[in-house]
């Protein structure tokens, strides 16, 4: 057994190490812990920039048995505390834990625990958890030993996966620049010059009175371009995370897009990688998340639109579908996390169904 065990164990290291998509190595990692652990039920939670739990990655649960969660862990009670105090915790019973606050309604019953902190060098990142050893036993020493070994290889993992992303910062930051000067030195300079000529032309007394009012709605439109070309080379010298916002957003819906024959489109508008960060930024990311997922189950839709735009101190983020139609349901957690969002963030959450087809949500939020 201990073999096998450790056999497992090598394995799940590997994996991680092949350094393939880090969501999808992760995700396998915490699956091979609840594997090795012979637990029930298995999660890797991550740290947001409020110090609270930002990502929440489970196995164990069906999708129906987590559509009945009313709400999903926030960071608070044991897990809360594991966050505070990141050294490894196992326990017999979950109830016995003075930070225990409890399961929310929906919540599959749990009694033995092991939690081990996942560390990037002094970092804490997160931590691993893991519930219910099977046939009612509680977790050993060795699957304490096991799950660090695991959680050592996510940190190596995770830590492996930002540098190599700082390498390709330096790459893309020069490529950042010289699109900037193309930008400006080739398309904005024969724009204006294009505009200058127009505007000679409309000085000739003999150009009819219909062409002149053509010519000098051309010309404004020309001036519209150039000043969005300008706002362009501007978001391109802003220093900060290499995709952006707008980057990491695109890489959620590239995500769902991969895994469906649904069609995702995606548009912006306004500041959004200049005026949205911190804590919004994560709000926005599982917004998106938590629409999408939604509307990939429940709306028989053929198309999405996601609409972001940020403009005076307000972030609205609109997700529309052309399927059956928003239908209140008796199990409304996901809903009820997006109110949440909402209101910590000072703003407001709606879903209604979308004349002749479909369902529009509106999630919103003031900075």
């Given amino acids: 057994m201990v073999v096998s ?23 396998r990692l915490v699956e091979n812990a609840v594997i090795i652990s012979e637990a029930t039920y298995g999660a890797l939670g991550a740290i947001g920039p409020d110090g609270q739990l930002e990502e929440f990655t489970y196995v164990g649960l069906s999708e129906e048995s987590a559509d009945e969660i009313e709400r999903f862990p926030e960071g608070k009670g044991l897990l809360g505390h594991l966050l505070k105090h990141p050294t490894p915790l196992r326990m017999a019973s979950i109830k016995s834990s003075e930070a225990s606050v409890g399961f929310p309604a929906g919540h599959p019953a749990m009694n033995s625990f092991l939690g081990v902190p996942i560390r990037i060098r002094d970092e804490v990142y997160g931590s691993l958890y893991l519930t219910e050893k099977k046939g009612g036993l509680e977790f050993t020493e060795e699957d304490e030993q096991l799950v660090i070994v695991l959680a050592s290889a996510a940190g190596i993992a995770i830590d492996s996966a930002r540098g190599q992303a700082a390498q390709n910062e330096v790459v893309v930051l020069a490529e950042r620049d010289r699109i900037g000067r193309d930008l400006h030195d080739l398309v904005i300079q024969r724009l204006f010059a294009t505009g200058l000529s127009l505007q000679a032309v409309a000085k000739d ?163």
């Fill in 5 to 27: 065990r450790l056999s497992a164990l090598s394995d799940a290291v590997i994996d991680v190490a092949k350094g393939e998509d880090l969501s999808a190595s992760l995700r």
């Fill in 205 to 367: 007394e003999l150009v009819p009175m219909r062409d002149l009012k053509i010519i000098q709605e051309t010309i404004d439109n020309l001036d519209i371009t150039v000043q969005e070309i300008r706002n362009t080379i501007f978001e391109l010298q802003i220093p900060g995370p290499i995709s952006g916002l707008r980057g990491r957003v695109q890489e959620e819906v590239a995500v769902f897009q991969g895994k469906n024959a649904i069609h995702i489109s995606c548009e912006f508008h306004g500041s959004i990688d200049t005026s949205i960060h911190g804590a919004l930024s994560e709000h926005l990311i599982a917004v998106i998340r938590e629409l999408l997922t939604n509307a990939m189950k429940h709306a028989r839709c053929r198309h999405i639109d996601v609409s972001i735009s940020a403009s005076d101190g307000s972030l609205e983020v609109q997700i529309s579908d052309d399927g059956i139609g928003y239908l209140e349901g008796p199990h409304r957690s996901g809903l009820l996390n997006l109110e949440n969002r909402a209101i910590e963030c000072n703003g407001t959450f709606s879903i209604n169904k979308k004349e002749p087809l479909g369902t529009r949500a509106l999630w919103v939020a003031r900075y």
